[in-house]
């Protein structure tokens, strides 16, 4: 097949889904697929190409990627080196790129891959693409949002409130919550702009950094405890994968650096517990609509109290990412991951 994996883009994460690409890209090569790996922002060259036969030359025409930084990138560095400075988001000769594929993976993260604009685009433009559709991204990445469906559906999840940066921002009693506290952007990921807040000091802090990136937060309790993660796929869960931090938490650092998480699978809990987490991660695929795959967040408080945190609905495909982990314990390497997403997704455009 001729596949585009989309990448890049203008999130926080932008360097991840690069590496995400990176890794998507040579394996659906070693498949035997003729695969470009292209930066939906920055796009290929800068003026309107003749694209004939341009599958060919699939790795001349490549995004070439380097490791990922332990901070986030500059996006306004990244948006003044685009050499046209359109207003458009997609970069010149990308929808043409995409509309020439069988199918596009996307390896975006974050804003505008994740929160179901670029799957809507694409529903216009009639290409095909990986995973969840437009809604159901949304829906997902919507924090406030998603955990509100939680609630409604039986999922347990930490109390917590929306805030926009509009309201009046008050102390945290005022807020209906008690520190210690989490405070995090409403449609962030890669824990940017999260913090953990245990004084009154801090919870002013924990607002003005979250704002810095997002005009909505979350605001919920905080839950100590052991952090767990579950994929799934076609509704099915995968072994629960837990991730214990070498120091702080599961942040931007830990989660990309090698060697600053220790990462279990299958992860060491009872038979009961195991199959309570994954039966919660299925429901909140089925609540939210992820058809193809997904991969949900929890925590286990002392007291073996399960919460489910977030879903994300296109996991990092990264050297240290949790959805590959997970699915080669039951036997499915990481080529193979990569073409039974690509095989679920082009389902619903046959069904």
């Known amino acids: 097949m001729k596949i585009v994996v989309l990448a890049g883009g ?23 697929h003729q695969v470009i790996l292209l930066d939906v922002f920055m796009g290929y060259s800068d003026k309107k190409e003749d694209l004939t036969d341009i599958f060919a030359r699939a790795e001349e025409v490549s995004v070439k990627v380097e490791g990922i930084p332990e901070i986030a990138p500059d996006l306004a560095k990244v948006k003044a080196s685009r050499k046209d400075q359109s207003d458009n988001f997609f970069g010149p000769n990308v929808i043409e790129l995409c509309q020439m594929a069988d199918v596009v993976f996307m390896a975006l993260h974050g804003e505008n891959g994740e929160n179901g604009k670029v799957q809507a685009a694409f529903d216009l433009f009639g290409i095909r693409y990986t995973g969840s559709g437009y809604l159901s ?3 997902a990445m919507d924090k406030g949002r ?5 609630v409604m559906n039986g999922i347990p999840t930490p109390k917590g409130i929306s805030l926009k940066k509009s309201q ?17 952007p409403c449609c962030g990921g890669s824990s940017i702009g999260v913090s953990i807040v245990r004084t009154e000091d801090e919870f002013s802090v924990a607002l003005e950094e979250a704002f810095r990136w997002e005009d909505e937060l979350v605001i919920e309790e905080f839950v100590e405890g052991r952090e767990f993660s579950v994929g799934v796929i076609d509704y099915q869960a995968l072994p629960v994968i837990e991730i214990a931090p070498v120091e702080g938490f599961y942040d931007y650092k830990n989660k990309y650096k090698a060697g600053s998480a220790v ?25 939210l609509g992820l058809d193809t795959y997904s991969r949900s967040d929890f925590l286990l408080s002392k007291d073996n109290k399960i919460y489910c945190l977030e879903a994300n609905t296109l996991p990092g495909m990264t050297p240290t990412s949790l959805l590959p982990q997970e699915a080669q314990v039951v036997g499915m390497n990481f080529n193979q991951l990569c073409e039974k997403l690509i095989e679920l997704s082009l389902r619903k455009y046959t069904a």
């Open 10 to 32: 203008l999130s926080t994460e932008r360097d991840v889904s690069f590496k995400t690409g990176e890794m998507v890209t040579k394996a659906l090569r070693e498949n035997g």
């Open 137 to 139: 991204s949304a829906l």
């Open 146 to 150: 998603a955990k509100q469906l939680f």
């Open 168 to 184: 009046e921002k008050s102390d945290i009693a005022a807020l209906g919550l008690t520190l210690p506290c989490v405070v995090k």
């Open 263 to 287: 990462e279990t699978c299958p992860a060491a809990l009872s038979p009961e517990l195991t199959a309570q987490m994954q039966h919660y991660a299925e429901e909140v695929a089925k609540v």
